[in-house]
Nanobody
Framework: QVQLVESGGGLVQPGGSLRLSCAVS????????MGWYRQGPGKQRELVAR???????NYVDAVKGRFTISRDNAKNTMYLQMNSLKPEDTAVYYC????????WGQGTQVTVSS
């Protein structure tokens, strides 16, 4: 049974940084492409960063150059380093595979505000 547990969110001022974690059980990150999604207030959930099984990364333009997706295969954990945060990054952040095909976790709230 696949389980995804996100953590690391919080309240941060504009320009600040956060590091999100996604602890994965039931599948191997080495064999599965995964991504970070977010759902802002009144918005649909969107995929903002992804990492292939080979380690190739892709980002949407809104976060390119500010966010970095990575993984630790030994810990079977995925990360999202978020720098230069903006108010528009405020959202609940989730991890899942490319198509959102796994059971969704509870997400972690990121609030960027002064």
């Amino acid at each position: 049974q696949v389980q995804l547990v996100e953590s690391g969110g919080g309240l941060v001022q504009p320009g600040g940084s956060l590091r999100l974690s996604c602890a994965v059980s039931g599948i191997s990150l080495r064999l599965n492409g995964m991504g970070w999604y977010r759902q802002g207030p009144g918005k649909q959930r969107e995929l903002v960063a992804r990492i292939t099984s080979a380690g190739t990364t892709n980002y949407v333009d809104a976060v390119k150059g500010r966010f970095t997706i990575s993984r630790d295969n030994a810990k079977n954990t995925m990360y999202l380093q978020m720098n230069s945060l903006k108010p528009e990054d405020t959202a609940v952040y989730y991890c899942n595979d490319y198509v959102g095909g796994r059971p969704w976790g509870q997400g972690t709230q990121v609030t960027v505000s002064s």
